[in-house]
């Protein structure tokens, strides 16, 4: 079964549905990695997300994206604040990937609209790299319950071609946050900016349990589960497609739910919302990471 794909908002590319996050190149060695970008490409995967944040990510992952670079839509990003050091990683990145642009190129990490308001410095050096060829099209990520909300204002200020915040149960058991997704939805909409899902696999903080899984958050591991959730993210309005979770061994099983993928009816959304509302919620990141 091969993944359905959908377009990308105004960028006009036709992505999977899963897109392959970078994240999980954190600390892995080079056959992991392989391993899992053989998988990728395998089950149709046509995108990847990846950043100079991640560990060593760009390091082990850089020559396969050169190898498949006219395959791959490479979404980049930078959380750095000052232009010049904007434009720093960006040429170290397009080292490490081997080529001389990307196709998306975002502000990392902005999670309130104070926080946005210290980017601006960042911003205009994205925009200028946008002019200057480096990259093709520039948006916004962010993971935490002030993202929306810092989206919706970002995508007026500067006219983004994408955003990447967090679409999982919990997150959109919380009242506050879901309004804003839903006006965040309403603005991209109408200006045709595309939305890409994260934390599709997220369950909960790790707490004092012993840390089984790479991410900084305890994700679900069983294939029931990981349907479940991969169909609730990609049956939330909007959602073109979502990043795989960071970790390379659950791979396989996330990229079978969305080869699988059908909508989830809103019935069965209704109640899982219900459900996660009684779920610990894995944000902020600065105090549940580990």
């Known amino acids: 079964m091969t993944l359905a794909t959908?377009?990308?908002?105004?960028?006009?590319?036709?992505?999977?549905?899963?897109?392959?996050?970078?994240?999980?190149?954190?600390n892995t060695d080079e056959p992991t990695t392989e391993r899992a970008?053989?998988?990728?490409?395998a089950a149709g995967v046509n995108h990847i997300d990846i950043a100079p944040s991640y560990g060593h990510a760009e390091v082990v992952a850089g020559p396969l994206v050169a190898a498949h670079r006219r395959q791959l839509f490479v979404g980049e990003k930078s959380n750095r604040r000052n232009p010049d050091g904007v434009r720093a990683q960006l040429d170290t990145t397009l080292q490490r990937l081997g080529t001389d642009h990307v196709d998306l190129?975002?502000?990392?990490?902005?999670?309130?609209?104070?926080?946005?308001?210290?980017r601006a410095g960042a911003f205009e050096a994205i925009l200028r790299a946008r002019d200057e060829g480096l990259t093709r099209f520039v948006g916004i990520t962010g993971h935490d319950l002030g993202t929306a909300a810092a989206q919706l204002e970002a995508v007026r200020r500067y006219d983004l071609d994408s955003v990447m915040l967090p679409v999982y149960p919990r997150a959109l058991a919380d009242d506050a946050y879901a309004a804003d997704l839903?006006?965040?939805?309403?603005?991209?909409?109408?200006?045709d900016?595309?939305?890409?899902?994260?934390?599709?696999?997220?369950w909960r903080p790790w707490g004092d349990r012993?840390?089984?899984?790479?991410?900084?958050?305890?994700?679900?591991?069983?294939?029931?589960?990981?349907?479940?959730?991969?169909?609730?993210t990609l049956s939330t309005p909007g959602v073109v497609a979502f990043c795989t979770p960071g970790d390379a061994t659950i791979l396989p099983t996330v990229l079978d739910?969305?080869?699988?993928?059908?909508?989830?009816?809103?019935?069965?959304?209704?109640?899982?919302?219900?459900?996660?509302?009684?779920?610990?919620?894995?944000?902020?990141?600065e105090a549940n990471a580990r």
């Open 6 to 26: 959908r377009r990308l908002g105004r960028t006009g590319h036709l992505s999977s549905l899963a897109i392959l996050g970078g994240a999980m190149f954190w």
């Open 37 to 41: 970008f053989e998988q990728a490409l």
């Open 105 to 118: 190129y975002q502000a990392h990490g902005v999670t309130s609209i104070a926080d946005l308001d210290t």
């Open 182 to 191: 839903a006006a965040l939805v309403d603005e991209c909409a109408r200006r």
């Open 193 to 202: 900016v595309a939305i890409m899902a994260i934390k599709a696999g997220a």
């Open 210 to 232: 012993e840390k089984t899984s790479s991410p900084w958050y305890e994700p679900f591991t069983d294939a029931a589960r990981l349907r479940r959730a991969v169909r609730f």
């Open 257 to 285: 739910a969305a080869a699988a993928f059908e909508p989830m009816d809103a019935g069965e959304r209704d109640a899982l919302l219900a459900d996660a509302a009684g779920w610990p919620i894995i944000f902020p990141l």
